[in-house]
């Protein structure tokens, strides 16, 4: 089924359930007000929810009406964790082998993960709001995970039950206040800013054929002031499949329901035409389009996002239609 | 006033109103009855919980019970936002010290702070859970701060008031994993488990006269296995205020209610006696005392937590009773 939060006024929503083709929407309220409800009694309510969703898929909920992005606030529009992956390892190795680094061992053998802010997420449609253009702000087109409860020392295979639904995300990145917070050891803090999620939250038979082994092999499309950048397949390439990454969540702590857990930017390797590389599928964030020019040019030519430039990021199912819902924000200045 | 979340088997517990001294409670029940429902709506709520705090503390509420901290879970058992500062530089300074590595100069002048995870907090007297002796287990005792909605971009002063309630923190440690994650660069995921929070969490009233310039002028103790290890002064040597290390969170994005904002361990300078230096006021985590160790002797001498062993952390105010309760958990084995 698909579920989506729509905005009410208040800091959490109202949990709506949406048709599979994303035309028509319920209120789910006599079932679920908002959407860490149904997560915190997941067996309980989503066979609730499954049913609703049916009857608006037959045509025959009787107070269905128009559903509309632009009224949705992210899935969750707060949750009590955000934990971000970065499980595409040709994204590092493109950022690393552009400042002639080499990408350690480890990152090959165990998933590189920060803790994010979700106190304040935004909706698919909000602005993404920011005091500096000088910051570098740069888009990151991911896929995102939300679990249910999940043990402490549990295996990647019983973390990978614990994934309830399955989002996009753009996690926006200020890339330029990256190496100053990076060089301070304790990870990113103001450098990640508010990420944004798609319109809905789907769960995983929604994507049948495509979720295969905690990967979804959907291609994720970035589209940066209107033209295409990126058709990145987010399955095959995937490093550190989705149970993997709670797993590495899970080592040390019980992870709890409506924890969001992402991708990273996804990311697909180069391929080789006339002895030269070309990343024919483009880039999901521009930092790695930067990095692909640093490697061919020598300097990156590609600046980073303007005040009024806009990102849309849309995945398709393998019958062309949209999944999640687009994500689509225009970069806008904090007015203090 | 004083507020503490009672255990009834819900993941967010119930709202209670403890009287000053800690020896009554009363169920906020017809007030609001979750922490974050409190924090969501605060101008409206908080002037009730006060008049119900001061009916219990003239000893005329109806339903007003014995207080049992051993009830409590952490006063928001699961948060939006945990942000954990490192606000004094002396913890700093003292473990750089040990391993012969200089202070970067923009520790003095920029608060470090990481994220952590939130989605699964400890009560005061909650056991603390972790898979392996070896990955070396700390300590680590705090003050925190849970604040209101404050807007991106704001000022340490405007970000001062947004601190609603002042708790005490132990944000449990593990050691031996810290090198190799941090070596990553993303930070503390696995190395920073689930923090535990003193049973009451207090209005800034409450530590009139010891609360000033956003700093909180009381010994944080610390008895580990029932000896006395810290009496630590929380106020003067912290190097940020919690404004400060706020709106060092607020740079790029709104904070909302109900964040908790840490403190870092709690550190005081030595003080020279012949010659030699003397750290009088013991330490709030054992990695300091083994930089101590290292600094007088070559290497370190304390070990870590076992299982089984026992850490309370307590600040009285200058009438000598205890502000926020005490945290006083057992670390125990995970048995999977």
Redesign the interface.
């Known amino acids: 089924m698909k579920l989506a939060t729509y905005k009410d006024g208040s800091?959490d929503g109202q949990l709506v359930v949406v048709s599979r083709d994303l035309s028509t929407a319920h209120y789910a309220t006599g079932v679920a007000a908002r959407m860490q409800q149904a997560l915190?009694d997941w067996g309980f309510i989503s066979p609730q929810l499954q049913d609703l969703y049916e009857t608006l898929n037959g045509g025959k909920a009787r107070h269905a009406f128009p559903f509309d992005p632009k009224q949705c606030m992210a899935p969750l529009p707060?949750?009590?964790?955000w934990?971000d992956g970065?499980a595409y390892i040709n994204h590092v190795e493109l950022v690393r082998l552009a400042r002639n680094s080499e990408v350690?061992a480890?990152?090959y053998t165990?998933p590189?993960?920060?803790?994010?802010?979700?106190?304040?997420l935004l909706g698919p449609c909000d602005e993404a709001?920011?005091?500096d253009e000088a910051?570098g702000i740069d888009f990151e087109a991911e896929v995102a995970v939300v679990t249910g409860d999940v043990p402490?020392?549990c295996t990647p295979e019983q973390a990978l039950d614990g994934v309830r639904l399955l989002m996009l995300a753009n996690d926006w990145s200020?890339r330029n206040?990256i190496p100053?917070e990076?060089?301070?050891?304790?990870?990113?803090?103001?450098?990640k800013?508010?990420t944004a999620f798609s319109p809905v939250a789907v769960t995983t038979d929604e994507c049948a054929g495509a979720w295969v082994g905690g990967k979804l092999g959907l291609t994720v499309q970035s589209q940066w002031n209107g033209r295409t950048v990126g058709m990145c397949d987010a399955g095959q390439e995937m490093t550190f499949h989705f149970g993997q990454l709670i797993a590495?969540?899970c080592?040390?702590?019980?992870?709890?329901?409506?924890?969001i857990v992402g991708s990273g930017t996804v990311s697909n390797r180069a391929v080789e035409k006339d002895g030269r590389k070309d990343w024919v599928r483009g880039y999901s964030c521009i930092a790695e389009k930067r990095a692909i020019e640093t490697i061919l040019d020598g300097k990156p030519a590609t600046g980073y996002m303007k005040f009024g430039d806009t990102i849309r990021i849309e995945a398709k199912g393998r019958d062309g239609q949209s999944v999640f819902g687009a994500i689509e924000q225009t970069v806008s200045s904090?007015r203090?």
Not at 182 to 191: C, I, R, T, W
Not at 251 to 259: D, I, M, P
């Open positions: 800091r915190d707060r949750a009590y964790q934990a970065s350690p480890n990152y165990e590189l993960m920060y803790q994010g802010g979700s106190d304040d709001v920011f005091g910051w402490m020392g200020l206040l100053d990076l060089a301070k050891n304790f990870g990113f803090v103001q450098s800013p508010a590495h969540l080592k040390t702590r019980n992870v709890r329901a409506g924890s904090l203090t």
